[in-house]
């Protein structure tokens, strides 16, 4: 087998998969943000711990997905990561200012935890617009869940199935994106 033909048969099976591979990365990183909410709310100290965790974790996710299509691509990888990285960076001072203004008790602890989340959501829709469509769905998401969770507290079973709706339109989004990139590959 040549060079030329594993490396069709890998791109094949990486289009096959990517989707689910993408929602699993989505999913994961919903997670995430659930349980920051969380611990925001519940605990004192530890939630800044938690949230910086997530916008490391987030960043790295991001990182990996732009370097491994800035490869595929043939394009330079200094930029994108010294801007990938800059961006996360100013991500972490406003979560670091959001946690000094919580301590000061300007605000209070479940004001900061949404504000920490909304942060969090427009830094994915910006990395979303400049590095990775993945993130952009990932801001949306993050802000739908918030404004559901800031309206919609007393109603838990509407809150959850705004969620799944959302979840389902992601999931449904993301295979359509995979089937078209596999026609215009001319895999199907």
Sequence with gaps: MDE???????????????????????????????????????????????????????????????IRKAKRAGDGLRNLISRELAHWSVLLVFLGVLAVLERKEIISRESSSDFALLLLAFSCCLAGIHFDWLLLIMGVVLTVMLVAMATLEQYTIVLWIVMIVVAAAAAGFFYLKSSRGRAADGLD
Excluded: D, H, P
């Design 4 to 66: 030329t033909t594993e490396t069709s048969l890998v791109e094949e099976t990486n289009s096959r998969t990517g989707w689910k591979l993408q929602f699993g990365v989505l999913c994961g990183m919903l997670v995430l943000a659930l349980i920051g909410m969380g611990l925001s709310q519940a605990l004192e100290q530890r939630a800044w711990w938690y949230w910086l965790f997530v916008v490391i974790t987030y960043a790295v996710l991001g990182l990996w997905r732009s």
